[in-house]
């Protein structure tokens, strides 16, 4: 795992968004597997603005939403559809019939999961995966006790994750308490996962995710088995790391010896 710390909230974003446009400046069709929630919000403002200011083309792109709401129709502004096409898809170039996000609001969810694992697979699977982390130390909704291999399926959210998303809903409006998710199997089968993560309320939970035992209680740990994973985290997030000190230093050297290669390179 490459643990990246950065200064605050807009930085991480910023080299989040540029984890992203350098994948798609390598593979325009990028199969990007998308994120939802507080988190990621900067991480698509810059996007939408490296797309206007510097042309990031999105026309070949394909992305899969990690989860949606049971029971909320793509119009609810509290939607997960809503919120992508809100804070994303309607500022950048990418075709709409390259937008899956899980059906949340149809009658059988369970075909709906299925159709939604088939898709995946026929776009190739998913490239790099963007990923927040809730609380209860979970990616996705894949709540604590989630099987390691579980693949898309409906989950019950815990009470904590609903606490944590009531502020996004009106007063008095219920959060709902189902939700349709990619499982932590096809997390894994990501290509690469990007996990990103701001402020002090994250510390505890990134500190047994990225150091503690990998373990259902803290579904994120399962990145721990993953063979390309990059964390970008901001100070405040990071405070609990016992190993920040040599995950900074490694981070130092690693971009010495990157510049040191492409100066090696370059005098070939
Ligand atoms: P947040 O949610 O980005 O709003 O903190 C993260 C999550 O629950 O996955």
């Not at 994303?88 to 999961?113: M, Q, T, W």
């Not at 985290?233 to 609990?240: K, R, Y």
Request: overall charge neutral.
């Amino acid at each position: 795992m490459r643990v990246i710390i950065v200064k605050d909230y807009k930085d991480m974003s910023r080299r989040a968004a540029k984890v992203v446009a350098n994948r798609i400046g390598k593979k325009p069709d990028l199969v990007l597997g998308l994120a939802t929630g507080s988190t990621p919000e900067g991480t698509y403002s810059e996007l939408i603005r490296i797309h206007r200011e510097e042309g990031l083309n999105f026309s070949k792109v394909r992305s899969f939403n990690l989860d949606e709401y049971c029971g909320l129709s793509p119009d609810h502004p509290q939607s997960y559809h809503y919120f992508m096409y809100d804070k994303l898809f309607n500022h950048i170039n990418i075709r709409p019939e390259n937008i899956y996000i899980p059906k949340g609001d149809v009658e059988n969810a369970n075909i709906s999961c299925e159709w939604y694992e088939e898709k995946i697979k026929e776009e190739g699977g998913i490239d790099l995966q963007i990923l927040g982390i809730g609380r209860d130390g979970h990616i996705g909704f894949n709540e604590p006790g989630s099987s390691l291999g579980s693949r898309t399926r409906i989950k019950t959210l815990t009470k904590e994750t609903i606490q944590d998303n009531a502020r996004f809903f009106k007063k008095g409006e219920e959060v709902p308490r189902y939700a349709i998710t990619m499982g932590l199997g096809t997390i894994s089968e990501a290509r690469e996962c990007l996990l990103l993560a701001s402020g002090a309320n994250k510390a505890e939970v990134l500190q047994k995710c990225i150091e503690g035992p990998v373990s259902a209680e803290i579904t994120a740990s399962l990145l721990q088995l993953h063979p390309r994973v990059m964390i970008i985290i901001d100070e405040e997030a990071a405070q609990n790391l016992r190993q920040k000190d040599y995950y900074q230093y490694a981070e130092k050297m690693a971009e010495e010896l990157e510049v040191s290669q492409k100066f090696g390179a370059r005098k070939k």
